[in-house]
């Protein structure tokens, strides 16, 4: 029930994302429009544009967490037993709550001190821009603790020990590699010159 719920709110993350963007495309190509054909201009579309952009890349990178899609490497982690493997994502999850707890103590502040403040052009407080990193440290942290709460309790799988996955060159890579061990344990020639110089094209 908890995972449907999480489900749907990055769902409802993904569509406030896509109408953002959509937003900021009319926005600016609109402002571009006017300003050569009519030499005229929307005011507000710049400031609008860039928090949006920044609301943007926060929202996100909270529906990239539950995806596992930020950047990472599995090289060493994906090696281990599950022993290691549930050790090593106790520890990350410990330090991404730390890290979070840090950024959205930030942002509060932030957002607390520019309350106040109206932005140049629009007259919103400035808070707007800054809650963006306080919603942001919310979501991730509650995605976090759920997280560390189902490896804890023991409702996690082990393909979801690991958190993030090698890009799909160094998979590529890493096969050819095996394939060409395997053609030098097979002692055939032909098979490990073809695997080598696959191989060395996947390098470059």
Known sequence: MIDAAIDRFCRAIDLLIAGALA?????????????????SGIAVSEEVSRWLFVWLCFLGAVS??????????????????????KACMLLGHLLMLYVTWLF?????????????MEAPVTGA???????SGVVFSVCAGLLLLLQLVRLLTGRIGENELVM????????ELESLQAELASADAQQDPARVQ????TARDARS
Do not use: C
Not at 64 to 83: F, I, N, Q, Y
């Open 23 to 39: 937003v900021m495309v009319v926005l600016v190509f609109g402002n571009v429009v006017l300003r050569y054909a009519f030499n």
């Open 64 to 85: 990239a967490l539950k995806e596992g899609g930020h950047l990472g490497t599995d090289m060493l982690v994906s090696r281990l037993p599950v022993g290691g493997k």
């Open 104 to 116: 959205l103590e930030g942002s509060w502040q932030q957002a607390r001190i520019n309350l106040d």
């Open 125 to 131: 407080s400035m808070a707007i821009f800054y809650g």
């Open 164 to 171: 993030v996955k090698e890009s799909e060159e160094q998979a």
């Open 194 to 197: 073809s695997a080598s110089g």
